[in-house]
């Protein structure tokens, strides 16, 4: 999907440094929007301003509200909010538990440890 527009929420200024390298890599013309907190992302999806966004990058461990909160916040506003972004989580974690609530929720996409490969998040943006 050439030009997508791709929301990336993480906390770790490191980590969103190589999503955005990588997703540029990738999608040379993608519109990419950053948020430091899950919340001010919901915020954002709520305000006049908002965009319809193709892709939600999320990563799962984050202050103030986490990747799993975030997805059933996101699920839970309204469809025209919402659009039609697949979202996915990107962790450093290693508990099983992560990846499983992942892989189960049907609101989810997708789940890769971090930092995703390129082939990974060319097949996530072709799907």
Same mark, same amino acid.
């Given at each position: 999907?050439?030009?997508?527009?791709?929301?990336?929420?993480?906390?770790?200024?490191?980590?969103?440094?190589?999503?955005?390298?990588? *997703?540029?890599? +990738? =999608?040379?013309?993608?519109?990419?929007?950053?948020? #430091?907190?899950?919340?001010? %992302?919901?915020?954002? &999806?709520?305000?006049?301003?908002?965009?319809?966004?193709? *892709?939600?990058? +999320? =990563?799962?461990?984050?202050?103030?509200?986490?990747? #799993?909160?975030?997805?059933? %916040?996101?699920?839970? &506003?309204?469809?025209?909010?919402?659009?039609?972004?697949?979202?996915?989580?990107?962790?450093?974690?290693?508990?099983?538990?992560?990846?499983?609530?992942?892989?189960?929720?049907?609101?989810?996409?997708?789940?890769?440890?971090?930092?995703?490969?390129?082939?990974?998040?060319?097949?996530?943006?072709?799907?």
């Amino acid at each position: 999907m050439a030009g997508a527009i791709v929301a990336i929420l993480d906390d770790s200024p490191e980590d969103l440094f190589i999503t955005r390298r990588l *997703l540029k890599k +990738v =999608d040379p013309d993608c519109e990419i929007v950053e948020f #430091l907190y899950a919340d001010a %992302a919901l915020k954002f &999806l709520r305000s006049p301003r908002r965009m319809e966004f193709d *892709l939600i990058l +999320v =990563d799962i461990n984050m202050p103030r509200m986490n990747g #799993l909160e975030f997805v059933d %916040a996101y699920t839970g &506003l309204y469809p025209e909010l919402r659009g039609h972004a697949r979202v996915v989580i990107m962790s450093h974690s290693i508990d099983p538990r992560d990846r499983q609530w992942a892989e189960s929720n049907p609101n989810v996409f997708a789940y890769f440890s971090k930092p995703m490969s390129p082939d990974d998040l060319r097949a996530v943006l072709m799907a």
